[in-house]
Structures are given as C-alpha cells and as structure tokens.
C-alpha cells in the first residue's frame, strides 16, 4: 500500500472536522443548526473568520499564514442549535380549566396546543482559503404555541331558595318596647272563647283569657307586663260574644290601674254578648277564689258582659275610681256586685273601695253558696269604707238576702234611679227579704228617686244605723212588712207609696237599648 503524503492526512483531518462539527450544531428541541462552514486554509493573508450565523456564531479565524489558518476550521455557529421557540411547548391557556360555577358543573377547557419546533440554522458554507466563511443561516424559532382553549363556562349554581321567615315568638310574645327598642306599647288585645293565650292578641288571632293571675296569663298581662305598667294613655280589652269558663278568677291586681283620665277598660265587643261562666270555679265561700271578676286596682271600666254562676261574688270591687257599666249578673253565691276595701292598695292610684261608679246594672237570682240566702244580695257595700261610691241605674230582682244592702259601710254611700224587686221571693232560710237596707252604720246614706215593689219585707230599712239616710222620691209599693221601716232611725225625706202598684214582671222588663230602665 502507498504511504500517504502529510498533506493528504491534513486534509483528510480537516474534512473530519467539518463532518464532526456539523454533528455537533444537533439539539433535540429546535432542530440544531448547522455549523458554519469553515474557511479554506488562508494564504498568507490573515483568514477572517467567518461571520456570525444569525443564530450560529462562528468564531472568525484567527490569521492565515502560511500555515492553515487556525480559523479555516469554524466551531458550529453559536445557536445553530435552537432553543425550542418561545410558546414552542404552550400551557394550558388561562381558562382552558374552569373552576366549576357555584353549585354547577363545569366543562374543563381544552389545553393549549403546543408551538411547533423550531428548526435549527444551515451550516454556513467554508470559504474560500483566506476568506471570510459564510456564517450559518438563522436557526428559526418554534412558532409560538397556540394558546388552549378558554374553558367552557361552568353552569351558573342555582342559589338556595329564600328562608321563609320565622314565625313570631309570643315574647314569645313581643314585650312592652320590644326588640329593637320600639317604646310603643299595646293599647288594644281582643279575647274570645276560641282564642288562645299564646296568640298575640289580636282581632283576628284573639287571646282566650281575660286575667288569670294565678297561670300570669291573659289580656291584662299583656296590656300591663308588670308592675305600674300600664299604658299612660289607657287600653282596652275588647271581649267577643259567647260563653267563657274560666279555672281561676278574673284577678285585676293593685298594681294594674288606669288614671283619672285614661281609663283601662274590659268592654264587650260592639253588638256582641259575652258571657263568663264561673260555676267551675273553688267554691270555698270563705276565701276569694270564688269570686268570677276581682278588681283590686283602680280606674278599670268594665262593660256589656254577663256574669253567671259565681260561687262567691260574681264581682267584687276593692280598688278606686273604678265603673261598672250595663253588666247583669245573675245566680251569684253572695252578692252579685259588691264594693269592699282592698288593704294592699296603693294609694298613689286610688284611694281603695272609693269613688266607684256601678251603673245601669241588674243583679238577680242570687241564693247563697248553701241555698239559705245569707248574703245573697244585689248590690251591696259592707263591713268598710270609702267616700263617693254611687249605685245609679241599677235594678236588683229576686235575690234570697236584699236588693241593696250597705251593712256597716263607715261613709255615705249615694243610690240614684235603682229599684229593688221580689227580695226573698225564694223564702230562703236566712234571707232578710228587704228592697234598701242601710245599716248597720254610720248612716246618712243618700237615695233619690228609688223603687222598693214586692219586697217580702219593708222597702226601705235603716237597720239600726246610728244616722239617718235621706231621701228624695222614695218610692214602693207591694213590700209585706210595708214601705219604711219605722224605727228609731226611719228614713227620713219624701218616701211615697204608688198606686196602682207597678207588677214585678213590668219592672223586669228588658232594659232600653241606650241601657236606661224599662218604663213602667
């Protein structure tokens, strides 16, 4: 074999070079770029290194002696390699995930698509011995990466139906001045025999109980929550018609008490009759739990209603200022209606058992909690005192004691237009039987234009008071024992016999419809 010359292996070598650089300008990514082409050895002319690749540098060469320039052989352009083009592997686009809509469901969105490689320079081509090489050509960049696509919007989340809004408590019924601070206080509650104690007390959804003090249930509890605080401008409890049984009392207490001139009032619906039916309650006649109605405060008026079958008093007033207006009161076991002395009244709002007004009222059939008749009157004011109580309008019939009876009442006590009829028609053991009784007392009780007819005894009697009462057309017929009784404390004053003598049926009529007496 021919041994090869140097400059063939020389030459050989520098083609290896430009083979091995060419390899070396590859790059997994970017496609590489090719090496810049080497120059031809230079002459004696210093080579100039070939010029840069746009992305493939080539460093020039160094000089071109005699020798091959040292620069004939290019390293790979600088960048003949590619970084993957900007974008060239894209993210999802923002928003190629939804998050989904609140409570819907959401589609995802579609990744973004990635850039396409970017492809690497050319080699630059050699140049020729002593020129300057051609740089590589630019390697381009990876198109940029289309973004992904924007996620399909989640389905609007459908919102939770609206609460409805919580029923009203009863404090929980709403107290005086209720959340919130409200200072208006409650002037009106209705009752009715339907209603219920935990409505608040209004027309429409009415309370049942008028006052119970023993349960602190009723409409006075919620016209006065507590102590003195009644509303300053009154109130009123409006009573439907029919008929109320009651397991305890109707107990206006002391502390619960309108004014002089705001009254607070228990009335009877506008063309309604209530009736309270109170033979369910104690019937121990020695304590007051008998009694139907029990006012101990003051400036209360009560209206229109019927109250039946008391043990005890079918009402009792122990306060002050207090009216008592077109209410009948029948089949009582003491006396129908009766003014006494409360001792734990305060005075600050009523001088207790005075200036009480009964008015256009009727208190008939009462016998005794025994059927002997003892105590059973109409009317009456006993065993206290007090100053300006007056009984106008009233009508009092077939009682088994008397018709109005003031038995050891300490001050004058004023009866105007009241009639008394058939006392003791029911021969009762212990009945007395008189129309007007007053004493046992003080005396000088004052009476004007009066009727005393059919009484089983005297029509008027001073009962042994230690005054005399006054009259001012009296009036009477019919009575057994006679007209006036003619003791030693007689009436005295204008006390006058009817003829003909009206009948008890006449005088038991139906009252007029403004309240007034039947005519006769």
Known sequence: MKKPSALSIASW??????????????EVGGGSGSGGSSSSAGTSGTGTGGTTGAG??????????????????????????????????????TGGSSTPGTGGSSAAGSGGAGG??????????????????????????GTTGTGGTAGAAGTAGRGGTTGTGGTAGASGTTGTGGTGGSTTSTTEVWVAPDGNDSNPGTMAS????????????????????????????????????????????????????????????????AGEKPVIDASGLPTDALTTTGIAMHIKGSYWHVK???????????????????????????????????????????????????NNLILNCDSYNNIGITGDGEDSDGFGAKKAGGTGNVFRGCRAWYNADDGFDVYGWTDPVTFDNCWAI?????????GDGNGFKMGKGPGKHVLSNTLAVNNTKYGYTDNGADATSNCTNCRGCGNSSGLNDSGSRALSGSVTNLSPCPSSSALEAARKSDGSLPSF
């Open 304 to 354: 229109g209603l019927e109250i039946k079958n008391a043990p005890y008093n079918c009402i009792k007033i122990e306060g002050g200022g207090n009216t008592i207006e077109n209410v009948a009161v029948h089949n009582c076991g003491n006396t129908g209606i009766t003014i006494s002395q409360y001792s734990g009244s305060d005075m600050s709002v009523g001088p207790p058992g005075s």
């Open 56 to 93: 493939g540098s080539s460093t020039p060469g160094t000089g071109g002696s005699s020798t091959p320039g040292t620069g004939g052989s290019s390293t790979p352009g600088t960048g003949g390699s590619s970084t993957p083009g900007t974008g060239g592997s894209s993210t999802p686009g």
């Open 13 to 26: 070598m520098f083609g290896f070079a430009i083979v091995v650089g060419g390899c070396a300008g590859s």
């Open 116 to 141: 396409t490689t970017g492809r690497g320079g050319t080699t630059g081509s050699a140049g020729a011995s002593g020129t300057t090489g051609t740089g590589g050509t630019t390697g381009r960049g």
């Open 422 to 430: 058939d006392s003791n028609r029911r021969n009762a053991t212990n």
């Open 206 to 269: 009415p309370l049942k109980t008028i006052c119970d003090s023993v349960n602190k249930v009723g409409a006075c509890y919620k016209l006065c929550p507590s102590s003195y605080s009644c509303p300053a401008s009154g109130g009123t409890i409006w009573v439907r018609g029919g008929t109320y049984s009651y397991p305890n009392k109707i107990d206006i207490g002391a502390i619960r008490a309108g004014t002089a001139t705001n009254n607070m009032n228990i009335f009877a619906a």
